[in-house]
């Protein structure tokens, strides 16, 4: 299973980068899907990663970028989104 929280904050338009990476090797080839709980808010890029025998241990990053409208959400958590890691 993958697990990552993180508490981003950020003013339309700004991004954040998440890296993640696997706790132990699989035995084949792993498909995480990345989501936005709420597109409105904040997307995500890339929608998957994908580990291997042989990168399961080096980061991959992920972008969380706050929409660009005209709510300034610079002092609170990107509304009430959440960004999912499902494998």
Do not use: H
């Not at 991004?15 to 899907?33: K, M």
């Not at 990345?34 to 890339?46: E, G, R, W």
């Amino acid at each position: 299973s993958v697990t990552v929280a993180e508490d981003l904050t950020g003013t339309a338009g700004t991004s954040a980068t998440v890296g993640v990476s696997l706790a132990s090797q699989p035995t084949s080839s792993v498909t995480v899907n990345v989501s936005s709980s709420n597109t409105a808010d904040a997307t995500v890029s890339p929608a998957t990663l994908t580990f291997t025998t042989g990168n399961w241990n080096v980061v991959q990053n992920v972008t969380v970028t706050a929409a660009n409208d005209s709510i300034d959400e610079i002092d609170s958590p990107l509304g009430s989104n959440s960004v999912a890691f499902t494998v």
